[in-house]
């Protein structure tokens, strides 16, 4: 299996030139949580469309793709070529349209020029093609294939260099945290303090009590167990970068991080604290918005 990071947008392009045949295959892929293709196989070819689709499915694995074909026979002579004109249903497509635009009130121009734009009125002949023709056009769209995943490959490498940049940045605000953490604690004690002495007396004062009543209170708002789950996050997210690059895996580790760093500007209630917290979740964003972008 390929581990490398890729990216699920791309483009790839392959061509191929014979003396009996002349055809390109351009494969363009877009963001999407799931596989889905466009291909847009001529109508004689039809019947590689699902060889096609399952062979990209197992290539290319997500996004949204759209593969495009200018395929020609140079040896083939236009006078060899059958046309058909259905001018029955040319005729009844006529009254219809004349009848609408009466009905309407509605000028009908260039009728001819919409009629013949109806894909029944005029059909070219059945064109018998080879398997072997067949079969290149496979080859050529797995050509162009390649050249999308190299093209990925090249963006995804970007998009981890940039993603272990962020979550490197997390980490020194994570740090950020811990050296806030003392002084908050002692901040907490310092206020609670002042306004036991402010509002209460000395003599009615039960310091053991109050004093376990500050350790329940600091208890509730610890954060030790949350920074020990956003650690443990960041490190799996940074070996899952080198070992197993899945979009949405990556994706899922950062709702993790998301929550954990809720819960910590939540019960930090310590400017300093919150800020980081802030600043991680500002990076939080960006990672999101990178990871969707992955394969």
Same mark, same amino acid.
């Given at each position: 299996?390929?581990?490398?990071? #890729?990216?699920?947008? &791309? *483009? ?15 494969? +363009? ?14 109508? *004689? ?27 020609? *026979?140079?040896? !083939? ?11 029955? /249903? $040319?005729? $009844? ?19 001819f020029r919409e009629i013949i734009r109806i894909p029944e009125v005029i ?14 056009? !496979?080859? /050529?769209?797995?050509?162009? $294939?390649?050249?999308? !995943? #190299?093209?990925?490959?090249?963006e995804g490498a970007a998009t981890g260099v940039k993603l272990l940049s ?7 605000? /994570? ?10 604690? #002692? ?6 303090? &002042?306004?036991? $002495? ?28 949350? +920074?020990?789950? /956003? ?10 970068l080198k070992k197993e690059p899945l979009g949405r895996k990556l994706n ?25 917290? !802030?600043?991680?979740?500002? +990076? ?12």
């Amino acid at each position: 299996m390929d581990i490398q990071i #890729q990216s699920m947008t &791309g *483009f790839g392009r392959a061509q191929i030139e014979t003396p009996t045949l002349r055809a390109v295959c351009e494969i +363009k892929a877009l963001n999407g949580r799931y596989f889905e293709a466009d291909l847009r196989l001529p109508k *004689f070819l039809y019947e590689i469309d699902a060889q096609i689709r399952r062979q990209l499915n197992e290539k290319l694995e997500r996004g949204t793709i759209t593969c495009t074909y200018s395929i020609t *026979f140079p040896n !083939v002579k236009a006078e060899d070529q059958t046309i058909h004109i259905n001018a029955g /249903l $040319a005729k $009844a497509y006529l009254d219809k349209y004349q009848e609408l635009s009466s009905s309407l009130g509605v000028e009908f121009r260039d009728p001819f020029r919409e009629i013949i734009r109806i894909p029944e009125v005029i059909q070219s002949g059945e064109r018998s093609i080879d398997e072997s023709v067949k079969q290149t056009i !496979v080859d /050529l769209t797995m050509q162009a $294939a390649d050249l999308l !995943v #190299q093209f990925r490959k090249e963006e995804g490498a970007a998009t981890g260099v940039k993603l272990l940049s962020l979550v490197e940045s997390i980490q020194l605000d /994570l740090n950020e945290v811990s050296i806030h953490e003392e002084p908050r604690k #002692q901040g907490l004690r310092d206020r609670i303090y &002042g306004q036991l $002495a402010e509002h209460v007396s000395a003599e009615l004062r039960d310091n053991n009590r109050f004093e376990q009543e500050i350790l329940l209170y600091l208890d509730k708002w610890d954060i030790a167990e949350e +920074k020990q789950r /956003l650690q443990q996050h960041l490190d799996y997210f940074k070996t899952c970068l080198k070992k197993e690059p899945l979009g949405r895996k990556l994706n899922f580790i950062a709702q993790e991080m998301g929550r954990e760093m809720n819960t910590m500007g939540v019960k930090s209630n310590y400017f300093p604290m919150q800020q980081a917290v !802030v600043q991680m979740k500002e +990076k939080l964003e960006q990672i999101k918005e990178q990871v969707l972008n992955l394969v």
